[in-house]
């Protein structure tokens, strides 16, 4: 099987997954995560397979500059006027667990726990 025949969220894009969509539109979709770490968590990812942020080019920049519009544009629909943590995991080391590009969109009414502790 091919890397987008086997990929979630490309099944999500074809509705053969279904998905608790809070937006759609001809280039992405927004939809909750199914684990979510805060009261606030969506996903905002393109309909084309694009594996990580690594794989974009210039081609990407607008596709890139939509989705980074809409995360504010969502989340104060979702009810964090207040602000919001964006995530782009990147790779194996980015702890990135699904190959299709994708933005966490976390939120709460409370401030966030800080992301990455130092190390000593």
Same mark, same amino acid.
């Not at 210039?58 to 890139?64: D, N, R, V, Y």
């Given at each position: 099987?091919?890397?987008?025949?086997?990929?979630?969220?490309? /099944?999500?894009?074809?509705?053969?997954?279904?998905?608790?969509?809070?937006?759609?539109?001809?280039?992405?979709?927004?939809?909750?995560?199914?684990n979510?770490?805060?009261?606030?968590?969506?996903?905002?990812?393109?309909?084309?397979?694009?594996?990580?942020?690594?794989?974009?080019?210039?081609?990407?920049?607008?596709?890139?500059? /939509?989705?980074?519009?809409?995360?504010?544009?969502?989340?104060? /629909?979702?009810?964090?006027?207040?602000?919001?943590?964006?995530?782009?995991?990147?790779?194996?080391?980015?702890?990135?667990?699904?190959?299709?590009?994708?933005?966490?969109?976390i939120?709460?009414?409370?401030?966030?726990?800080a992301?990455?502790?130092?190390?000593?």
């Amino acid at each position: 099987m091919d890397e987008q025949n086997d990929c979630i969220f490309c /099944k999500i894009v074809q509705a053969a997954i279904p998905a608790q969509k809070i937006f759609e539109d001809d280039d992405v979709i927004a939809f909750n995560d199914i684990n979510p770490v805060a009261p606030m968590h969506f996903l905002i990812i393109p309909k084309i397979h694009v594996a990580s942020l690594m794989a974009c080019e210039e081609p990407h920049q607008q596709l890139l500059g /939509k989705m980074l519009l809409l995360a504010p544009a969502l989340a104060k /629909k979702q009810g964090c006027t207040d602000g919001f943590r964006t995530i782009i995991n990147t790779g194996t080391v980015g702890g990135q667990e699904v190959y299709h590009l994708h933005i966490h969109v976390i939120g709460s009414k409370n401030r966030l726990p800080a992301m990455i502790h130092k190390s000593q």
